[in-house]
């Protein structure tokens, strides 16, 4: 089935980096993606992976697959006040090609 | 160019009443995907249409539906609200959610937020 799953919240200091992680279920999954929610806003794109890919760097951005255990983690380095969002993991399967099936979201806080 | 623009961003209706909900996607993309996002649920998957033609389909009742015109915009329709309809319904374009080869990713826009009195 497809299911992705996400922990709800983190709370990371300013400057340290943040790891949020997520777990998918479905294994034919092609493409896993990352997107940001601001407050009042839709959807952004951060950044996304091939299932054939095991890490994408992007600026501050890491993103690791684990592809037998069915674990994406997203590295935010460095991580500022601007980066306080809710954050979304989300899978594109071969069964399913034209559905993008999304986690619940993790709400990202930053402490001073 | 244009983002996906999405009518109305806001509206209140009471239960029982109807609701059209629009979605203009970026020029050049014919897919258009919806979602309800509610604090509980997340972000839920309703339908895609692609080329006037509905791909996909979620797990909601018959109550919510949808269509796409020739130009690609795209409209959802909510009959006989209830209560638990009230939400955040996100609509999102690409090029091709189907193609096989890219990474075909959507492009969301700001969202209507649905109360239902």
């Known amino acids: 089935g497809e299911d992705v799953e996400q922990s709800l919240f983190l709370s990371v200091r300013e400057g340290d980096s943040s790891v949020i992680n997520c777990t998918y279920t479905?294994?034919?999954?092609?493409?896993l993606y990352w997107y940001k929610q601001e407050p009042g806003a839709g959807l952004q794109l951060l950044t996304y992976?091939?299932?054939?890919?095991d890490m994408k760097q992007d600026q501050r951005l890491t993103v690791l697959l684990n592809k037998k255990d069915k674990h994406l983690s997203l590295r935010i380095a460095d991580t500022q006040t601007g980066d306080s969002a809710i954050y979304f993991c989300?899978?594109?399967?071969?069964?399913?090609?034209?559905?993008?099936?999304f986690g619940s979201g993790t709400r990202l806080s930053i402490r001073p | 160019k244009a983002g996906v623009t999405q009518t109305p961003r806001y509206l209140i209706k009471t239960r029982g009443q109807q609701v059209t909900l629009s979605c203009s996607p970026i020029?050049?993309?014919?897919?258009v995907s919806w979602y309800q996002q509610t604090p509980g649920q997340g972000l839920q998957f309703l339908f895609e249409?692609?080329?006037?033609?509905?791909?996909n389909k979620g797990n909601f009742p018959g109550r919510f539906s949808g269509r796409q015109f020739s130009n690609s915009r795209s409209e959802m329709n909510v009959s006989t609200l209830e209560l638990g309809d009230s939400a955040l319904y996100l609509c999102?374009?690409?090029?091709?959610?189907?193609?096989?080869?890219?990474?075909?990713?959507?492009?969301f826009g700001a969202g209507s937020r649905l109360t239902v009195l």
């Open positions: 999102a374009s690409s090029v091709d959610l189907h193609a096989s080869s890219g990474a075909n990713v959507l492009t």
């Open positions: 479905d294994s034919s999954s092609t493409y």
């Open positions: 992976i091939f299932s054939n890919m």
């Open positions: 989300a899978e594109r399967t071969y069964s399913s090609a034209s559905k993008i099936i």
């Open positions: 020029s050049g993309h014919r897919s």
């Open positions: 249409y692609f080329s006037e033609t509905q791909r």
